[in-house]
């Protein structure tokens, strides 16, 4: 089975500043899908950005972008100009295209962001 | 539209009690997941289904089953409750991976369980 990991329980900013949370992946796959999720206080699952492994170019989405390095199995998320709002828990997600195991995701456990004012 | 919905949002049971979550979801997705988060530990996925009538094992199945009788809801039954499923729960669902819109899952707001 595939394994997601994140070696950062938790990491703390400055508003205004920048942050790379980071999160490796184990897997035998070549075609796949990678996710940051956002969990705030509400415990609501938000989807942040993807990145499939086939495409080079890294994903941005505002002020988030990632650093995917498919050889290395890497996938940091990086938050430019933090925000208050940005604080949570967040999550690296891998999405298997195995059929057989109904293209599960594996989650990592968590980063805690704090983002001091 | 209403995405994926959970009921109840939060529940306490007394060990040994049974109950059943329900999760529904209105955006056709083949695809349904039933997963639990504890502190430290991310989410872990319980069981989950590739189509109505369908359903697998997950990571963490022990003490839970499932059924998809429908294609838009997928139902979590915990028939004895222990204290080691005090947790939250989320459903989520999703499109196949590789096809239109299989890049996305959509996850349901949670379900606070307390078993005492």
């Known amino acids: 089975a595939q394994t997601v990991t994140q070696s950062q329980p938790e990491m703390s900013v400055q508003e205004a500043e920048t942050v790379t949370l980071s999160c490796t992946y184990d897997?035998?796959?070549?075609?796949?899908?990678l996710f940051w999720y956002k969990q705030p206080p509400s415990r609501q699952m938000i989807l942040v950005i993807r990145?499939?492994?086939?495409?080079?170019q890294n994903a941005t989405e505002n002020r988030f972008s990632v650093n995917f390095q498919k050889a290395a199995k890497s996938f940091s998320l990086k938050i430019s100009d933090s925000q208050l709002g940005d604080a949570a828990m967040y999550f690296c997600?891998?999405?298997?295209?195995?059929?057989?195991?109904?293209?599960?995701?594996?989650f990592g456990t968590g980063t805690s962001l704090t983002v001091i004012p | 539209n209403a995405g994926v919905t959970q009921t109840p949002k939060f529940r306490v049971l007394k060990t040994g009690q049974s109950m059943t979550l329900l999760c529904a979801q209105d955006?056709?997705?083949?695809?349904m997941y039933w997963y639990r988060q504890d502190p430290g530990m991310g989410l872990r996925l319980i069981h989950y289904?590739?189509?109505?009538?369908?359903?697998a094992k997950g990571e963490v199945p022990d003490g839970y089953n499932v059924s998809r009788l429908k294609k838009q809801n997928f139902l979590l039954g915990l028939e004895s409750a222990a204290p080691s499923q005090t947790s939250v729960y989320f459903c989520?669902?999703?499109?196949?991976?590789?096809?239109?819109?299989?890049?996305?899952?959509?996850f349901g707001p949670g379900t606070r369980l307390l078993v005492l």
């Open positions: 989520a669902s999703s499109y196949p991976a590789g096809g239109p819109g299989g890049e996305t899952q959509y």
């Open positions: 897997t035998s796959e070549s075609d796949y899908y």
């Open positions: 990145q499939e492994a086939y495409k080079q």
């Open positions: 997600a891998y999405r298997s295209y195995a059929w057989n195991t109904g293209n599960q995701f594996y």
């Open positions: 955006m056709n997705h083949e695809y």
């Open positions: 289904s590739v189509g109505e009538g369908t359903t």
